[in-house]
């Protein structure tokens, strides 16, 4: 017998499943505010801060003292609280302020980068942090976000630690073009601390152990400080050798071929960069023949910071392609690895 209609008794709608949390688009921020606050309280920020604050204050004292036991031929000298961080005293062996952040800044990006993801594989953490609702991506682009950050952090507390004891030393208080030129470099020692900091994570990606990833990136920069130039040398004297009897044109090749060759080194773009904007009276790092040096054009003057800032342009360019290169590889590498549980 058929039920009447006014008998059916109409079901309750199957209540629809709510949809899985979005990934939030500024994820990579939470990680990098995470990684940050940790970096800010590990011990090896306090050791590298001593390390280098202890070797700063050192370089720019030599520095101001012997400009100071020479105050009467530097007395009205444009820029001179900049060339503190530039120049060192000749009878000293103590290098200048900025040629220190150069020898010893990559350590800041190594010591910030060498674990960055195979210290999360050894902890076994990785696939607990990929599994949060945010990209995988997020995870590399705020590890070496943090990273930065707390490097340019150090770097900004040693040079302002190292303005003040210019200060009180020599009592030269800077000007807005010399805070310019502090700002501009800094910009730059930022980016060439940055190219370690990147390096270091693509061997934290590629590498398991961390010790062995620290040990590949301290190998790098120990054969770029130390054994760069001897290298350049022989490949130059091979590639345009200089007999005994070399003429102008085979000596000027050689060493153009050694400072080009030079120039695939970061320290090297760095130095040549912070030359031009830590002195105002530097026009030129290339090689220059003695003949144009003793030209009657050749004269001699003081450049505005956007000059240069156009003459250090192409270091900074390069520096920053290489700083995107590492880092490229290393996101590249992590986004293809398998991680498992």
């Known amino acids: 017998m058929a039920t009447p209609p006014d008998a059916l008794v109409l079901a309750d709608p199957i209540p629809a499943r709510p949809a899985p949390p979005r990934p939030p688009r500024s994820g990579w921020r939470v990680v990098a505010a995470k990684e940050f606050g940790d970096g800010i309280l590990s011990v090896r920020l306090f050791i590298l801060i001593a390390l280098l604050g202890l070797a700063a204050i050192g370089a720019i004292y030599s520095t101001a003292s012997y400009v100071g036991t020479n105050a009467q031929a530097a007395t ?76 340019g952090l150090v770097l900004l507390a040693i040079t302002l630690l190292v303005s003040g ?29 940055g190219f370690w900091l990147a390096f270091a994570m693509l061997c934290s990606v590629a590498v398991r152990r961390a010790a062995t990833s620290a040990l590949a990136a301290i190998a790098l920069w120990i054969v770029l400080t130390i054994f760069a130039a001897l290298l350049v040398g022989i490949v130059a004297s091979y590639l345009a050798p200089v007999p005994t009897s070399a003429t102008t044109d085979q000596q000027i090749a050689n060493a153009q071929l050694q400072l080009d060759l030079a120039r695939v ?11 031009y904007l830590l002195d105002p009276t530097v026009q030129t790092v ?32 390069a520096l920053l392609g290489l700083t995107v290169v590492c880092f490229g590889l290393g996101y590249v590498a ?8």
């Open 76 to 151: 009205g000298a444009t820029g001179l609280f900049v060339l503190l961080f530039s120049h060192s005293d000749p009878t000293s062996q103590v290098p200048s302020f900025a040629a220190l952040i150069g020898l010893l800044g990559p350590l800041l990006g190594i010591a910030f980068g060498f674990d960055a993801i195979n210290g999360e594989r050894s902890e076994r953490t990785l696939p607990r942090l990929i599994a949060q609702p945010i990209h995988r991506d997020a995870v590399i682009v705020g590890k070496f976000a943090a990273g930065l950050g707390v490097i």
């Open 165 to 193: 004891v210019a200060f009180i030393v020599l009592g030269v208080s800077p000007s807005p073009d010399d805070v310019a030129r502090l700002a501009a470099w800094f910009v730059v020692a930022l980016a060439y601390l």
């Open 265 to 275: 080194s970061p320290g090297t773009l760095y130095s040549e960069a912070a030359a």
């Open 286 to 317: 290339g090689i220059v023949p003695v003949d144009q040096q003793t030209n009657s054009r050749a004269i001699p003057s003081i450049l505005p910071l956007d000059q240069s800032l156009l003459l250090a342009w192409p270091q900074v360019v």
């Open 334 to 341: 992590f986004m293809r690895q398998e991680v498992r549980a």
